[in-house]
Structure formats: C-alpha cells, structure tokens
T-cell receptor, first 110, second 114 residues
C-alpha cells in the first residue's frame, strides 16, 4: 500500500523565515503534486513533479525519486503564505490513482 | 490557466433527499476527474476516480450506490449524493486533469444535510 507522510503537521514561522515542508512516500510514483489550500477551502495546484526541481516565485519544490522524498520550500515567508500545504502522489500511470498526505498547516506571523 | 467550475458552492438539503454536484472543466478536456470529501480540520479524502470511457473507481469504504458519479463527457462530471443523511454533511471537491497535466481543482461544495 502506498503511504504518503508529511512533516511537520503544524508549522509556525515568523515573517521572512525560510520554510521547508517534507513529503515521503513508499512506492514508485508517476508524479507528485504540491497543493495549497486556503482557509476558505479553495485549492491551488502549486507544482507537479516527476524529477528534479521546480521554482515559482518564492516557492521551490524538489523531488528525489531514489529516496522517495520531496520537499517544498518557501523563501522569505509572508503571512499570506499561511495555508495548508498538501502533498499528493499519483501512481499507476497517466490515469492512475492519487494518495494525499494529511497536510501541513503553516502559519506565518507578521 | 485551466479552470474547473464546481456548482453549487453550497447546498442545504433535507435528510432523505438527493443532491447533485457538478464539476466542469471550462477550457480543457479532462480525461480524469477526481472527487474528494473533506471533514473539518482534516485532509482531503479521495472518494473516487473517474476516467474517460470507463466507470468510476471508488476508494475502499465509499459506497458507490450512495455516491453516484457520472463522467458524462470530457468536460463534465457529476456527483450525486443519494438519500442524504446528516453524516454526509461535508465539503466536496472535484479536480480534473488530462494525461500528465497538473491537477485543477474546483472551489468545492459545502453540503449541509438537516
């Protein structure tokens, strides 16, 4: 069974701090997604990774296929980054299944 | 960017009635659509995966006769909660993708069953 573990569960940071959220999974995947869910419920897809590293603004996502591990980094964090960040892995090809981590609740204090 | 429209955004219904939630991909053809539910302060829980041209695949523990999913076309999927009960009250979200594209999420539907 493919499990997805995220850490930490909760994270409080001061504005400007560098933040790292980790995601580990247990079997081979075809893609890994990082999602952001704001308090109102809306979900935004931040990254989809199958290898290497991607950067978008202050967000960086990396994945190590051999170690079955991905990290989401936020540089120069801001209160508007406060949200729940969710890691999801897809396995079984382009029409495969998704498994979600439990999410990391990030709170950035001004 | 790709847009997924989910409707309604909230609905209140009486126990025993059925509720239909629509999920539309507005500017792309979605070969796969996912339906999730989320209880307060919990993560997303995948309910079912619907691929083009095949019946929905339900996750373990999800009653397929209660949560009817119809992937009517490449741009429309519907979730019908049949004979709703108060314990079905939850936040239901859909997402859509094509092949290896990123996931695109609807804004969710908050269902309250009284």
């Amino acid at each position: 069974k493919n499990e997805v573990e995220q850490s930490p569960q909760n994270l409080t940071a001061q504005e400007g701090e560098f933040i790292t959220i980790n995601c580990s999974y247990s079997v081979g995947i075809s893609a890994l997604h990082w999602l952001q869910q704001h308090p109102g419920g809306g979900i935004v897809s931040l990254f989809m990774l199958s290898s290497g590293k991607k950067k978008h603004g202050r967000l960086i996502a990396t994945i190590n296929i051999q170690e079955k591990h991905s990290s989401l980094h936020i540089t120069a964090s801001h209160p508007r980054d406060s949200a729940v960040y969710i890691c999801a892995v897809r396995y079984g090809g382009s029409q495969g299944n998704l498994i979600f981590g439990k999410g990391t609740k990030l709170s950035v204090k001004p | 960017g790709a847009v997924v429209s989910q409707h309604p955004s909230w609905v209140i219904c009486k126990s025993g009635t059925s509720v239909k939630i629509e999920c539309r991909s507005l500017d792309f053809q979605a070969t796969t659509m996912f339906w999730y539910r989320q209880f307060p302060k919990q993560s997303l829980m995948l309910m079912a995966t619907s691929n083009e041209g095949s019946k929905a695949t339900y996750e373990q523990g999800v009653e397929k006769d209660k949560f009817l999913i119809n992937h009517a076309s490449l741009t429309l999927s519907t979730l019908t909660v049949t004979s709703a009960h108060p314990e079905d009250s939850s936040f239901y979200i859909c997402s859509a993708m094509r092949g290896y594209s990123p996931l695109h999420f609807g804004n969710g539907t908050r269902l309250t069953v009284t």
